[in-house]
């Protein structure tokens, strides 16, 4: 490779330009054409069963049954947006927004005063009809789903004439190929299959990947931390299946004898030896053979007493620590507690950064075509303590913060109404009639409610 800090020399006698200067990043040979990862892609969809089946999906499943969004920042909160329907965004959706620190790359959300939800949009009809074929809910578990297995998605945007996206195609990684360049980086895409080949303008694809420290062009699956365990559990259960096809009894173990045998006496023991054990159903029989022959068994583990000892939930932990999971979300002893607190911690460390980069790339490549004050955002994956939080709401009213109605709000019950739209007052205050709290408790203006049980029972009426 050529000395990686000419680029910079290169750089500043362009005038601080990128454009004329060489990336130092492959061999001259690799750019202007396909450049081939370094991973099996097919292998890795190939692995697709077992428990790398249940950790993919379930993280798949997950990323697509989070709620993704869409929003416009506004210069000024009475700003009108035109041409769009929109609805308020809440106090605590604003929150969410303003404090992702990828969001606030945006100039217009970093700027803005206020944010309204988009209710109708192309880019919304395109993410719920993505094509004659495919779903939102496709779309996104599918995109996911190869991320997982192989790093790497790619989605072929179909523009119209007048260059907005009309349907989205998803693209089989191991069939796409990334076209490197020496000025651009990236200058294209290839689509090979068979002796086909197609090619597909850079502007034209969206390339979602997982982090990969050896290669800058493709992404890099959970599969190649878990190689080692895949293959062995594979062996383990093709060395099982061989049992029972071969014989349906491992006895783990020689026969002896001290006698010698001839060649037509070896293979008649042969023959009844599998006889006596052939088959599944003859599993755990044993043979009764004469000559003096002696059953001797091995003093070591065989493969088999591995897998029952521990060697398959050793490859269950790995592969389920690897996609970012928990044994106490399978585990049947698990209680309530450890469960939800299991869920949690996969919500926040496993599907949250999933999302962040989806919709960091969505907005990156795709919004931005329609309106450079348009941005995606998902909902918030992280389950909220609900004991704590209704714990909260009780001191909030009880301090005058807020009124019943306002956190029934927040928990999308309906409004109470009359006294309960007000805040109340605590008993150590006068009312503003100059009356004191304690004589209108539970009633009027000014009214009380000093138990935190009543209060919650208020919340939930």
Known sequence: MANPFSYEVQLKAAGGKRKGALL??????????????DEDFYAMINSYRSWIYVASNKNASTVANTPLRLYVAKNNKSQRVKRVQTKAVDIKQE??????PFLNNIPAIRKASSFEEVLDHPFLDLKTNVNPFVNSFDLFEMTQLYQELT???FWHILEDKFGVPREIWLIPPQNCKIMPDAKKF??????????EEIDLSERSIIHFKMPNPKNQYYGSSPVTSIAEEYGLAKS???YEAAIFRNGGNNLNGVFETDSELGDHEFERLKIEIKQMLGGASKGGSMPLLDHGLKYKPFTNNSPKDMSYLGGRDRIKEAVLNAFGQALGMYSSEANRNNADAAIATFMQF???PRLRRIEEKLNEKMIWRYDEKLFVAYDNCIPSDKLFELNQSVKHIQTS???VDEERDKLGLPELGGVFKQPFIPVNFTTPSGLLASIAEGTGEGNVVSSPEKMKE????
């Open 24 to 37: 130092p990043y492959l061999y001259p040979y690799q750019y202007g054409r396909e450049l081939h990862s």
């Open 95 to 100: 929150r969410f927004i303003r404090e992702n």
């Open 151 to 153: 790093g790497n998605a």
């Open 186 to 195: 990236i200058s294209g895409y290839k689509y090979i299959k068979s002796t």
């Open 236 to 238: 383990i259960n093709e």
């Open 350 to 352: 496993t599907i949250q």
């Open 401 to 403: 913060i807020t009124s």
């Open 458 to 461: 208020i919340l939930n009426r």
